[in-house]
Structure formats: structure tokens, C-alpha cells
């Protein structure tokens, strides 16, 4: 189990260029999630999928930010155009969904600076 | 809507002290209920998780939390912590059929040697 992988590890843009970030989500889990992490405002949901559909993006910031899950095994996160504000880590979770006895694993995060 | 609060930001101790940390979520339905543990520079991993049953989970390092339904709380208690527990702690739950899962804002632990 080579558990929930993205990239890239670290991102350093420049304001107003496009982001993209990948997730590959641990095999045989149906649901994903997209979390951002920053000093001020701590762990914050963006928007989980369940079997490849958006169930809430609720917590997607504004429309500059996107995310698509084409398949089970892959989902991205896009920030178009970026801002200096959106740097923070972002993690990938994935999890079993509707199984009562399945945590969140979480990929080691994409570290993400825009100048 | 689900929301989890976690009473403490920051909390020093020194080694061998006693640590609680105060959870509580405010969900009218069934819940499963989560503590979570980032150590520095790494991702978030599962400590201990409750579903059912027995309200006193243990969990790994020597960790447990007791789930209180009357008080919405799932506070996260050791009864001796070491150095290496220096970390940020986060407290979690889901609900609902897709099992969305939501996060306190953390709480810092440093323990001094």
C-alpha cells in the first residue's frame, strides 16, 4: 500500500499563474478530500468527492479554485489565476467513505508559495 | 451543520506530566469521532478513532480518549507524556452517509525535556 500520493512537494509561483495539484488516492478508497492548512485558519475543507463525484465544495474559496476527480485513482486541485493569500499546505485525504470503520489517510501535502 | 472545537491552543508540559485536551462537536446525529496527530513537517496520522461500543478508546503511544455523549465531548487524555509527543493534536468528526469529516482548529503540544 503505497498510501495517498501527491504532487508536487513543494510549488513556488508567481501571482497570477495557474496551479495544479495532484492526488492519487489509496486504491479501493471511494471517497477524497481536499484540505488546506495555514497558521491563521488552521485545517480547512475544500471539497470531497465520493466514487468521483463532488458531494460538497462548499469550502472552496472562490472560483478561482477548481478540483476534478476523472477517475477513482486520480483528482486534481487548480488555482487559476493564483494569489499570494492561497499559499498554504494542501493535503489530499482519502478514505473508504461510507465504511464506519475507515479513517482519513493523508498524503504528505503540497506546500504551496505564491509570490 | 457538524463543528468541532478544541478548547486549547497551545498547551506546554513537561515530560512525565499528565495531558488532557478538550474536544467538543456539536452534531445532532450519529457521529464517529477522531484524534489525529501531525508531527513537525509531516502529515496528519490517525490516533485513535470511536464508532461504537466501549466509550474509552486507547490508541496508539499510550493515547486514549473517552466519548461522552451528554457533553458532546471526546477530550484526549495520556497520563505521562514524553518529548517525542511534541506535536499539533486534532480532533475530528464525520457524519452523514458520505461520511464527511471535519477538524477542530489543532492544538499545539510542546513537551520540555
Known amino acids: 500500500d503505497a498510501g495517498v500520493i501527491q504532487s508536487p512537494r513543494h510549488e513556488v509561483t508567481e501571482m497570477g499563474q495557474e496551479v495544479t495539484l495532484r492526488c492519487k488516492p489509496i486504491?479501493?478508497?471511494?471517497?477524497l478530500f481536499w484540505y488546506r492548512q495555514t497558521m491563521m485558519r488552521g485545517l480547512e475543507l475544500l471539497i470531497y468527492f465520493n466514487n468521483n463525484v463532488p458531494i460538497d465544495d462548499s469550502g472552496m474559496p472562490e472560483d478561482r479554485f477548481s478540483a476534478k476527480m476523472p477517475n477513482a485513482s486520480f483528482s486534481t486541485l487548480k488555482i487559476q489565476p493564483s494569489e499570494p493569500r492561497d499559499s498554504a499546505v494542501y493535503f489530499c485525504?482519502?478514505?473508504?467513505?461510507?465504511?464506519?470503520?475507515?479513517?482519513?489517510?493523508f498524503g504528505n501535502g503540497t506546500r504551496l508559495t505564491v509570490t | 451543520a457538524q463543528s468541532v472545537s478544541q478548547h486549547n491552543h497551545h498547551v506546554i508540559l513537561s515530560e512525565a506530566a499528565s495531558l488532557e485536551l478538550g474536544c467538543n462537536y456539536s452534531?445532532?446525529?450519529?457521529?464517529?469521532l477522531f484524534w489525529y496527530v501531525q508531527y513537525p513537517g509531516q502529515h496528519l496520522q490517525l490516533l485513535l478513532k470511536y464508532f461504537s461500543g466501549d466509550p474509552l478508546v486507547k490508541g496508539i503511544k499510550g493515547f486514549e480518549a473517552e466519548f461522552i455523549k451528554s457533553k458532546f465531548s471526546f477530550n484526549l487524555r495520556k497520563p505521562s507524556v514524553q518529548w517525542s509527543d511534541t506535536a499539533e493534536y486534532f480532533c475530528?468528526?464525520?457524519?452523514?452517509?458520505?461520511?464527511?469529516?471535519?477538524f477542530g482548529t489543532g492544538t499545539k503540544l510542546q513537551v520540555i525535556p
Open positions: 475530528a468528526v464525520s457524519s452523514g452517509c458520505y461520511q464527511k469529516v471535519t
Open positions: 485525504a482519502s478514505s473508504q467513505g461510507t465504511s464506519y470503520n475507515s479513517p482519513l489517510h
Open positions: 486504491s479501493g478508497h471511494n471517497s
Open positions: 452534531y445532532g446525529g450519529t457521529v464517529n
